[in-house]
């Protein structure tokens, strides 16, 4: 007899302090939210449900997929929507089955609880107490205890930006199926050091996170331990459990993974400084990439980044670049379902006025929305769909709603009715826009660009534009997190350029 696996995807990235509100639409980004269509959408692509289908596949399991949901980062998750994707799951389960392949986020925060993956758990433990549970993680998980104790296995990305979420599900299926054979028996030990660390500089491919994913990397691969992440967790949570943490995957003796465990968190602590982000002024950034030779350069803003739950609307690099009289650009995505419709009503060639973004007030941060006025022609008009080519959600469908570009002279500007984050050159190629060709490329993103726009840039300027995905910590109200934390308190500055 075939085992019977339930796979399901649950995927939410929350950012407390973002005006968006998630509920359920947000996460049908496929369309389907479960079933046949959301295999057909997810299989075979470079995400951990893809690789979690794989993992079902392989094992000539027979498995069902009651849900299959995942949202771009946003604010918290409403009640109705958690409680709909949880009952499926969980009404899946009790059923009857062998093992559950879950592939979270790891920063779900709702309405109504804050650990959201950890209750999750919590709910299938209650009706299934013994049966193995294998999750994969985004490597900006709040890890909690709830959620060490739900699982059997966790495994997070190794790569930020994320190329490797398939495989993180194949680490963590793979030592599933070995715990099935009854080779192994998985015991996970786990810990954090209070440090809030920069999602800016924080990605395991530089230090100091380099050193850190090192040392669990080359202990899971050489079969020290069965796995071994490192997660840097996300700071635009205002969550008691935000902190840097660390989960070892033991076979039955833990001794060896508490070793392991203590010298990755003490190096994480040792290291703290590198985690800090030192801020600067937008004007002298821009003034930086006008003085550039060559192209293209890439103009990253990270102040309002849709991947960390930012609107997509706010205009002030985009107004700073055309005010420093910036040329030959091309910009986009700006998230504006009125704007699209002006200039679809108006037609491909026609003159258009825009009161372009700032659209959404933001009272967490303190920021009014601030609509920035443009004249230009309607360049194209496009349904906003395109498969991704580059490394990260390879295969994946990008739906961005109803597209539309303006050419304003000087830039050509990519406003869309959803909001994408930039990680692969089909924001722009899909509407004939080809970034390659254009001296400027202004986006909106953090590190998820450096996956498509890294290979293509000749320079790359960080932009520290306003928004609620701030890299200043500063500018955020906390007011629920535990202290002490880094660098809040403790030796605890915020780091500052003196300039
Ligand atoms: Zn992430």
Redesign the pocket.
Known sequence: MARKFVVAMMMH?TNTFSPLPTPIDSFARSGALSGAPAIAEAEGTNTSLGGFIEVARQAGAEFTVPMAASAHPSGLVTEAAYEQMTTAIVDEVRKGCDAVLLAL?G?MVAEHFDDGEGELLNRIRRIAPDVPIAVAL???TQMTEAMIRGASIITG?RT?P?IDMADTARRSGRTLMRMLAGEVEPRMVWGNRPIMSS?LVHTPSREPMKTLMGMANQAEDSGQVLNASVFGG?PQADIPHLALSSVIVCDKRTAEGEVLLNRILDAAWDKREGFLFHPEKLSVQVARAKALDGGPIVMADHGDNT?SGGTQDVMSVVEEALAQGLEDACAGPICDPACVDQMIKAGVGAEVTLQLGGKIDMPAMGLKGKPLQVNGRVKAITDGQFVVTGPMATGTTVRMGRTAVLDTGKMLIVVSEKRAEPFDLGVFTHCGIDPRRKKYVLIKSRQHFRAGFEPIAKHIVMCDGDGCTASDLALFKYTKVKRPLYPFDLDMRLGRNEA
């Open positions: 990235e986020h920063a985004d490597f900006h990305y930020y994320h999602s996300f991947a």
